[in-house]
């Protein structure tokens, strides 16, 4: 990092306004948790980069004394003005004018020329903008597709079946020229730790099951990513109070009811505070053998009042090996909280108008996701609300979990194949 001057802080802040504007949000000092990590999302969907959680947060809340890294400045650049960061503050701002610079300079009125004419002269310049900006993207890949290869990484689980479960990761990151190194093992940034050279293993401990990317980071570029597996024998719940802080639940606190729930007083023998924000999870991890593009999936969910709770939102989650479903239904009046990813397909509530998902979440609702050929149909309640179609296959589907913002419970789980046959069902129908 290196000390940040004011023209270095006003160059910062257009980008980043620029950013705000594409993504959709405005308003920064009225974000949430959820509009940072749409943000992290965003660079990564546009810029094929991840920023960490912590990262996005610090340069949003201007948060630190000195600039970011240069690779970090250079992401945002491109992605602001696809230019590198020296580039342009070298372009863009004039030392001796301390004001925020315009990304267009007010010329004087000149006689119009025809639109042919214009086309005659701007093809050229085109022409050579498109060829370099291919040229350096094609660079850019094929820079970072040498240093994956020069990076080895593989881990080995200690038990199959069971949670906890202990990792075990080796990685050989010798030949990379960085100045810090991270391990991170989920999308979790909060279970990201610092590794050095001279070492090749690191141990982690999955405490959820799920089917995680784990990522080597050379200072805040991903290098390596590698798919990890935690399968379970059977459901599996879990809360988090605050996110970082992981309770699982053993079937011995579940409600006795014919569905999976968990009562609001054995939450609080946990240890969970019904008076702060929550989030309960359900899972079902394993490799259902079911084509991610073509199946049939419903559910019924709903919810219980809490008082810290101003917007209940549940969330249906379906990991596939090479993407994933993320569907948000949440009560009438907080649509603008709810987002969802389909595949490539990104839909988010502050840009987009997602009223259908809102629902009485106190109440029963059931939920259908019908795939065909990556062509997506939801409907709520027997009535279709919503249709999408996504370009990259999410592969084999490897997990089903459900999250909710507060206490809920699930019933009914389906899911059919392309034939429309029954590959999983469970009802929660006690002996």
Not at 105 to 122: G, H, M, N, V, W
Not at 175 to 201: C, M, N, P, Y
Not at 204 to 231: N, S
């Amino acid at each position: 990092m290196s000390h940040i001057s004011d023209n270095d802080k006003n160059l910062l802040e257009a980008i980043k306004k620029r950013i705000e504007r594409a993504s959709g949000l405005s308003d920064v000092s009225g974000w949430v948790q959820k509009d940072y990590e749409f943000v992290v999302f965003f660079i990564e969907d546009q810029t094929g980069h991840r920023l960490s959680l912590s990262t996005v947060k610090r340069i949003w809340k201007s948060e630190f004394e000195r600039l970011p890294h240069t690779t970090t400045l250079d992401i945002l650049a491109h992605l602001a003005y696809n230019k590198d960061w020296h580039s342009l503050k070298k372009e863009y701002l004039n030392p001796k004018i301390q004001t925020v610079p315009k990304r267009e300079i007010e010329k004087k009125p000149r006689k119009a020329k025809s639109p042919r004419i214009y086309f005659l002269i701007l093809l050229p310049a085109l022409l050579l903008l498109v060829l370099g900006i291919y040229l350096s993207g094609t660079a850019s890949t094929k820079s970072l597709s040498k240093v994956s290869e020069e990076v080895s990484f593989s881990y080995e689980k200690t038990v199959e079946g069971k949670i906890p479960n202990t990792v075990v990761f080796n990685y050989d990151i010798e030949g990379v020229d960085a100045d810090r190194f991270f391990l991170q093992q989920s999308w979790d940034s909060s279970r990201k730790v610092e590794i050095f050279k001279g070492t090749h293993e690191r141990t982690d401990i999955y405490y959820i099951p799920g089917y995680f990317t784990a990522k080597l980071f050379a200072d805040e570029r991903i290098i390596k990513e590698l798919p990890i597996h935690v399968t379970y024998k059977d459901w599996f719940m879990a809360a988090r109070q605050p996110m970082e802080e992981i309770y699982t639940i053993s079937p011995t606190f579940w409600s006795t009811e014919d569905y999976m729930g968990i009562d609001k007083s054995r939450l609080a023998q946990k240890g969970i505070d019904l008076n702060k924000k929550m989030q309960l999870a359900f899972y079902y991890v394993t490799d259902f053998g079911l084509n991610g593009d073509n199946f049939e999936h419903s559910i019924r969910f709903k919810m219980e009042p809490l008082e810290a709770i101003d917007c209940p939102i549940f969330n249906l989650h379906v990991q596939g090996m090479d993407g994933f479903y993320w569907i948000m239904f949440g009560n009438k009046g907080c649509e603008s909280e709810l987002e969802m990813r389909l595949g490539d397909a990104f839909h988010n509530g502050k840009n987009e108008d997602l009223s259908m998902f809102g629902t009485s979440v106190y109440e029963w609702q059931k939920v259908d996701v019908l795939t065909e050929d990556k062509e997506v149909t939801l409907k709520l309640n027997g009535t279709s609300i919503f249709s999408s179609t996504y370009n990259q296959s999410i592969g084999p589907i490897m997990e089903i979990s459900y999250f909710f913002n507060g206490v809920g419970m699930i019933d009914d789980v389906l899911l059919k194949n392309a034939d429309s046959q029954t590959i999983f069902r469970d009802d929660f129908t006690k002996p």
